[in-house]
T-cell receptor, first 114, second 115 residues
Framework: DTGVSQDPRHKITKRGQNVTFRCDPISEHNRLYWYRQTLGQGPEFLTYFQNEAQLEKSRLLSDRFSAERPKGSFSTLEIQRTEQGDSAMYLC????????????FGPGTRLTVT | DQQVKQNSPSLSVQEGRISILNCDYTNSMFDYFLWYKKYPAEGPTFLISISSIKDKNEDGRFTVFLNKSAKHLSLHIVPSQPGDSAVYFCAASALFRNRDDKIIFGKGTRLHILP
């Protein structure tokens, strides 16, 4: 069990560029979550998937954000036309579901928009 | 509006003593509570959880207490060790009532274990 992995670990981009992050959950975990964490705050929920179905999206997820989990395994989070306010740590978590509720987090992708 | 509140941004405890981290919540629909620990440059690590049908859950040196009437929970670490120095997040969800397992986090408490 290699845990939840995220790629890249760090991303620096210029305002207006698009970025895409990848998350590989723990194998056999059918639920996958995306959170965002800014300095001095706890992680904030963005969206989650049950297998390939996106079940809920937070109001924090503006139209510039899109997430996919095409085959129910890895997931991508894309931010279009990045803004400086998008600078944050983007965390991915997965859980087994079916009565097992603990969410296991990856190391995160730190995004800096200049 | 913070639904999960950790009012102490930091806490310092002598090694070997008990560390008590506190958390309050406002949403009466929350029925599942978790504590996570976070080291710098790493994602949060799950520590311990408790459902609202219990008032205590213990796992080794970690015990979580839940007081539903006060909407308060606490994490006790006994004895505190240097490796416990980290940021601790309290979190909650309306897992059983609403079948909603998205987690709402507090802002965290930074625990320093002093030698």
């Amino acid at each position: 069990d290699t845990g939840v992995s995220q790629d890249p670990r760090h991303k620096i981009t210029k305002r207006g560029q698009n970025v895409t992050f990848r998350c590989d959950p723990i194998s056999e975990h059918n639920r996958l979550y995306w959170y965002r964490q800014t300095l001095g705050q706890g992680p904030e929920f963005l969206t989650y998937f049950q297998n390939e179905a996106q079940l809920e999206k937070s109001r924090l997820l503006s139209d510039r954000f899109s997430a996919e989990r095409p085959k129910g395994s890895f997931s991508t989070l894309e931010i279009q036309r990045t803004e400086q306010g998008d600078s944050a740590m983007y965390l991915c978590a997965s859980s087994l579901g079916g009565g097992s509720y603990e969410q296991y987090f990856g190391p995160g992708t730190r995004l800096t928009v200049t | 509006d913070q639904q999960v509140k950790q009012n102490s941004p930091s806490l310092s405890v002598q090694e070997g003593r008990i560390s008590i981290l506190n958390c309050d919540y406002t949403n009466s629909m929350f029925d599942y509570f978790l504590w996570y620990k976070k080291y710098p440059a790493e994602g949060p690590t799950f520590l311990i959880s408790i459902s609202s049908i219990k008032d205590k859950n213990e796992d080794g040196r970690f015990t979580v207490f839940l007081n539903k009437s006060a909407k308060h929970l606490s994490l006790h670490i006994v004895p505190s060790q240097p490796g416990d120095s980290a940021v601790y997040f309290c979190a909650a969800s309306a897992l059983f009532r609403n079948r909603d397992d998205k987690i709402i986090f507090g802002k965290g408490t930074r625990l320093h274990i002093l030698p």
